[in-house]
């Protein structure tokens, strides 16, 4: 699958980004992919180039960029090290909603300006914390988003003055959310009351859960779960399928 390194200069510096393309001249529509709190690594370029075998330009870029040249996490190890621990929550509350939509600003520029991407809308998904992203650079970049993929996302709903579910009203995308089983950072009471905010806006959305734990979809995470893996696939180019134009 063709692979494209480069980096992106946003209102912070410069992010490291790789766009994966199929094969042939295209163009595509463009969907930017955002990694769970462990940080872009090789499991999430084999995410990127497989979603972009289903026909898209895909980019993954280094949401960490901010903390320099940082050493990847072990996600076998990470929550049972205290130092590793602390290390990577600090890294993920370095990554705010303000920051996130500046970035995805500069992302979905950047995809504009590429001969291989169609379109000025564009998708957008994520794992883990990245579920959480989608929501928010669907809410605060509406014009952008045509549709918003979340999985086992933590954090879409909380008491919180800059809760994506707040940004319902504001979403013009079309919303996925694949929930996971017994998953303390999305209960069945936040998926009520998201359910809620996105149908009072007249969001069109999905809300399913999976029989699975958090981190279903992510190969290199304990709890990784083939079919619940291979049910996200199909949900999400099924939603990406109908509010992308090719």
Not at 99 to 114: G, T, V
Not at 148 to 174: N, Q
Not at 203 to 232: C, K, L, M, Q
């Amino acid at each position: 699958m063709p692979k494209i390194t480069d980096t992106i200069a946003t209102a912070d510096g410069s992010c490291p980004v790789r766009l994966f393309t199929p094969e042939g001249p295209g163009p595509w529509p463009g969907i930017v992919m955002y990694c769970d709190a462990g940080g872009v690594r090789d499991t999430f370029d084999e995410m990127a180039a497989k979603l972009a075998g289903f026909g898209y330009a895909v980019l993954l870029p280094d949401v960490y960029y901010r903390s320099g040249d940082w050493a990847p996490f072990d996600m076998a190890t990470v929550f049972g090290d205290p130092q590793e621990r602390k290390r990577l929550f600090g890294m993920i509350g370095s990554v705010t909603p303000d920051r996130m939509a500046a970035d995805a600003r500069a992302f979905f520029d950047y995809l504009s300006n590429r001969p291989e991407v169609s379109g000025d809308r564009f998708g957008v998904c994520g794992y883990c914390m990245g579920g959480r992203t989608s929501l928010v650079v669907a809410g605060r970049l509406p014009d952008r988003v045509a549709a918003a993929a979340s999985f086992h996302g933590g954090g879409l709903v909380s008491d919180t003055e800059d809760s994506p579910h707040l940004l319902a009203d504001r979403i013009s995308a079309t919303v996925y959310v694949g929930g996971a089983h017994d998953d303390a950072s999305f209960t069945a009471d936040h998926a009520e009351r998201l359910d809620k905010a996105l149908t009072a806006a007249g969001v069109t959305h999905t809300i399913e859960w999976y029989s699975a734990g958090h981190g279903f979809a992510v190969p290199d995470n304990g709890p990784y779960d083939a079919d619940a893996a291979e049910r996200h696939w199909q949900a999400m180019t099924e939603v990406f399928g109908a509010a992308l134009p090719r």
